[in-house]
């Protein structure tokens, strides 16, 4: 999440926690607390703070932890489709069959699309 992105950024920038502390204002137990996910709501103006001392873009910060978030977003997504498929009784020998039928139906909706 965004306190992993900010811990690994301020390592590749060569800056220890002390450092990011005293060039933000920021405290170094807050600090601390952020990039060990313990705080994961850090105000923006904070977030800015720590983006402008690393020298990174503020969006790359946000963005990296939207995608993060929205993976696993997905990824749940899939596991609650898994789990249907099981409580409908559905194999795991038959996910074959349900790749032809949904072939079918790309081949389907891409012939009804270019008519």
């Known amino acids: 999440m965004i306190g992993h992105n900010i811990s690994s950024i301020r390592k590749q920038r060569g800056y220890t926690l002390s450092e990011l502390s ?3 204002g920021i405290s170094k137990s807050y600090l601390s607390n952020i990039e060990r996910n ?3 709501n850090p105000s923006i103006h904070v977030i800015e703070k720590i983006a402008l001392v690393l020298k990174v873009d503020l969006k790359i910060l946000l963005k990296i932890a939207v995608e993060v978030e929205t993976n696993q977003q997905l990824d749940q997504e ?4 898994i789990a249907d498929l ?3 009784g559905i194999k795991k020998e038959r996910i074959n069959e349900l790749k032809i039928l949904i072939e079918f139906m790309k081949w389907h909706n891409e012939k009804i699309s270019t008519k």
């Open 38 to 40: 313990l705080k994961q």
């Open 86 to 88: 099981k409580k409908s």
């Open 78 to 81: 899939w596991m609650d489709f």
């Open 22 to 24: 005293e060039r933000t």
